[in-house]
């Protein structure tokens, strides 16, 4: 597997708290992504990168937002926690912007009450 | 907005027999992308369709891109309990290269042994 790791694993918060989750990878990619995955949705892409300091919303980028100040490190933060942030979250990695494959991390599990 | 629909949601077959998973967009694709997730994982890469009407084979599974490139499916011959998991097709996100995907909502796959 790709080297990328997603912390915290879990995590569980309550509304209206600031959450950062972070993902770290040792493979020098410049293209970094974060997915939320929801049953009924698949995955949908809440924000990426394409090199450091260059990051750009995706499909349900609202309520997030995002910082990449390293190339190995691209953090997901959610200013206000909402329980429709009830998530999983997985960042993913690829190494051009030709369609190559994503990688994904193991995910963090995020539960707002 | 630009739609990915994937068919069925769910699917539970007996080991050894066939299954499909079908994969429709409402734009012309330049190509698409297939991952599967295992219950509890992260998806992983399994293989990318880029020539219209093109045919890619693993094992016993059989990847085809449609003539139009607006649809494409995946085909397990004689399904195993190792084929247990969610596959998802992911096309190209948008028209520029930044090697974001659309996810499709996923079909399932339950294999009875």
């Known amino acids: 597997d790709a080297g990328i790791t997603q912390s915290p694993r879990h995590k569980v918060t309550e509304t209206g708290t600031p959450v950062t989750l972070r993902c770290h990878q040792t493979e020098n990619h410049r293209y970094m992504y974060w997915y939320r995955q929801d049953p009924g949705h698949g995955l949908r892409l809440i924000h990426y990168s394409y090199g450091v300091k260059d990051t750009d919303k995706g499909e349900v980028s609202d309520g997030y937002s995002v910082s990449r100040s390293k190339t190995e490190d691209f953090l997901l933060t959610l200013e206000s926690a909402t329980s429709s942030q009830t998530s999983v979250y997985f960042c993913a990695i690829s190494r051009t912007d030709d369609n190559s494959p994503l990688h994904f991390g193991n995910g963090t599990r995020l539960t707002v009450t | 907005g630009q739609q990915v629909m994937q068919i069925p949601q769910y699917q539970h077959v007996q080991e050894g027999e066939d299954f499909t998973t079908y994969c429709n967009s409402s734009?012309?694709?330049?190509?698409i992308q297939w991952y599967k997730q295992r219950p509890g994982g992260h998806p992983v890469f399994l293989i990318q369709l880029v020539k219209s009407g093109e045919v890619k084979k693993q094992k016993r599974l059989t990847f085809q891109f449609g003539e139009a490139k607006k649809n494409s499916s995946l085909h397990i011959t004689a399904t195993q309990t190792t084929d247990v998991g969610t596959y998802f097709c992911a096309p190209p996100w948008g028209s520029s290269n930044t090697g974001k995907l659309i996810f499709g909502q996923g079909t399932t796959l339950q294999v009875k042994p």
């Open positions: 734009t012309t694709l330049s190509n």
